[in-house]
């Protein structure tokens, strides 16, 4: 689903923005450009059948405005199975802003920005992404409300979202173990940075024998310790016998090189983008029998505590609808063996599925 085709600048011609958002069906494009500011934006709505496209806004360097064009087109898009996986009342949608996030910020560029946002009218809601930060989006607050994730509300989403992985871990286990108890399995995660940890907390409470890897020495230290997790290196992690494998740091771990070395039956965790080339690496996971979890479908807590805060519901709501993705996980894990098709089309489908069937009943913004 994310393999939106690469579309170089030689292709314009060939590739008018109205026919790439028509290849994946998007709804609406805004191009932002303010000369005073410097701001040059893309907001990108995929789809609003489930509710007001929800996600995060990117500051990134792109090459040029076909390769950032060609991002929140794939952004917008993931979000919208997110949210619909998740059973949320959310369409999904992405901002981009090119640019340098270290030497182009101020604060008329973000207020700018918000602007735009509010000329939407609530159709997209903006929250942080890669190169934004909280005080950003404060600034963004300023002329619009359509934000979420501001500091003093829902808070850092990387508790809920580390739940919900472990829950959906919990699932594949039943799966593949016949039981969820995950104590004396040997579970390595593979970065302990905020959803990393607190992964690692979920883990050592249920006595599982942990491994964890992370380029932040002190970092590595500091958690090996106080969960009593063994460390082992950066690449070492792709080799060791394990049960379960869960990347929490990058993308694209799972790809030809790791996957002739990987020792594991499930592969779990909260990172974005694992499948290096989902049609090939989503094959051959299941080909090696391993369970692997849709990064999306697991990693979902994080909008979902977005998800409460637009709504004004509690934390409390959030676990619980976090701990939902145990059932979302074991429903996909099953149907993928049934119909003997990789996990992440079978979450792509029951991700469309729920937009086509509530589409019958609703209307698009
Ligand atoms: P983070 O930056 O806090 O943590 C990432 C950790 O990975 C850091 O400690 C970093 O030092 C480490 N790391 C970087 N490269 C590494 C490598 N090669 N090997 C091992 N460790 C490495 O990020 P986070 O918020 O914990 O998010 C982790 C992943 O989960 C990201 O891919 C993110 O997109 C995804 N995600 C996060 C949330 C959330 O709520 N924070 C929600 C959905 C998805």
Redo the contacts with the bound molecule.
């Keep these: 689903m994310f393999e939106v085709k690469k579309i170089e600048d030689t292709d314009l011609v060939k590739n008018p923005v109205i026919a790439q958002m028509s290849q994946y069906d998007h709804e609406q494009l805004l191009f932002c450009n303010d000369n005073a500011t410097g701001l040059k934006a893309i907001i990108a709505v995929h789809n609003t059948i489930l509710g007001p496209a929800l996600g995060g806004t990117r500051m990134w360097t792109y090459a040029n405005e076909m390769e950032a064009l060609n991002d929140v087109l794939r952004l917008s898009r993931g979000m919208s199975y997110k949210n619909s996986i998740s059973g949320l009342n959310l369409g999904g949608g992405k901002a981009v802003i090119i640019g340098d996030s270290r030497t182009m910020k101020s604060e008329a560029l973000f207020r700018r920005f918000g602007k735009f946002v509010n000329s939407l009218a609530g159709k997209y809601i903006t929250a942080e992404d890669v190169g934004i930060s909280p005080s950003d989006m404060m600034w963004v607050n300023m002329e619009t409300d359509h934000v979420v994730g501001l500091p003093g509300k829902s808070g850092d989403?990387?508790p809920?979202?580390a739940r919900g992985t472990y829950m959906g871990m919990k699932a594949c286990a039943k799966v593949q173990f016949g039981s969820d108890s995950l104590s004396g399995k040997k579970v390595a995660v593979?970065?302990?940075?905020?959803?990393?940890e607190y992964l690692v907390e979920f883990l050592a409470k249920e006595g599982a024998d942990i491994y964890i890897?992370?380029?932040?020495e002190p970092?590595l230290k500091r958690v090996s310790e106080k969960y009593g997790a063994k460390v082992v290196g950066?690449d070492e992690i792709y080799d060791i016998d394990m049960d379960i494998y869960a990347p929490?740091?990058?993308?694209a771990t799972i790809n030809d090189d790791t996957l002739s070395r990987l020792n594991c039956s499930i592969i779990a965790g909260?990172?974005?983008n694992q499948l290096k080339m989902e049609g090939v690496h989503g094959q051959a996971v299941m080909d090696k029998g391993i369970i692997y979890a849709p990064d999306y479908a697991l990693?979902a807590?994080?909008v979902i505590n977005c998800y409460a805060e637009v709504k004004g519901l509690t934390s409390n709501w959030a676990n619980e609808k976090a701990n939902d993705i145990y059932t979302t996980i074991h429903n996909i894990v099953l149907r993928s063996q049934s119909e003997n098709v990789p996990t992440y089309q079978i979450a792509n489908k029951m991700a469309e599925e729920r937009i086509s069937s509530i589409g019958k009943v609703k209307l698009p913004l």
Aim: with cysteine; aromatic share 0%; charged share 5%.
């Design positions: 989403p990387s809920v979202t593979q970065g302990v940075g905020h959803v990393g890897s992370d380029i932040h970092t950066l929490c740091a990058l993308g909260a990172a974005n990693n807590g994080g």
